[in-house]
C-alpha cells in the first residue's frame, strides 16, 4: 500500500496550491480518503474528506469555501485544492484512505483511517 503526497511548497497569503495523493496497492475505488494537517507541537487534524464515489464531502469549519477535495477513481488520485490560503494554513497536509466503509460514508477522526501517506510540506508566508 502506498499513498503518495505531492504539491506541496511555498505560497504567499492570499494565493492557491493543489496538493494530490496517488494511490496504490489497495482497491482506491472502494475506499473513502480524507486529508489532514499537522502543524508543529500542534495534533493531526482533519481538512477535508470524501467518500468513495466522491458523492460526499466534509470540511473542517477552519477551510470551509476555501478548500475542495476531489477524487479521480480512474487515476486513482485525490485532490486537495487550497485558495485563499492563510499562515494559519501552515502544516504538513497527510492524505489517509479508509477500507471497507459504506458507500457515503465520510471520516473525521484519524484512527478512522488505514493507510497514511508521507505527508506534504505547505508553507504560507505573510
Known amino acids: 500500500v502506498q499513498l503518495q503526497a505531492s504539491g506541496g511548497g511555498l505560497v504567499q497569503a492570499g494565493g492557491s496550491l493543489r496538493v494530490s495523493c496517488a494511490a496504490s496497492?489497495?482497491?482506491?475505488?472502494?475506499?473513502?480518503m480524507g486529508w489532514f494537517r499537522q502543524a508543529p507541537g500542534k495534533e493531526r487534524d482533519v481538512v477535508a474528506a470524501?467518500?468513495?464515489?466522491?458523492?460526499?464531502?466534509t470540511y473542517a469549519d477552519s477551510v470551509k469555501g476555501r478548500f475542495t477535495i476531489s477524487r479521480d477513481n480512474a487515476k486513482n488520485t485525490v485532490y486537495l485544492q487550497m485558495n485563499s490560503l492563510k499562515p494559519k494554513d501552515t502544516a504538513v497536509y497527510y492524505c489517509?484512505?479508509?477500507?471497507?466503509?459504506?458507500?457515503?460514508?465520510?471520516?473525521?477522526?484519524?484512527?478512522?483511517?488505514?493507510?497514511w501517506g508521507q505527508g506534504t510540506l505547505v508553507t504560507v508566508s505573510s
Open positions: 489517509a484512505a479508509a477500507s471497507g466503509k459504506p458507500f457515503v460514508w465520510v471520516g473525521i477522526r484519524t484512527q478512522e483511517y488505514d493507510y
Open positions: 496497492g489497495f482497491t482506491f475505488s472502494r475506499s473513502a
Open positions: 470524501i467518500s468513495r464515489s466522491g458523492g460526499s464531502t
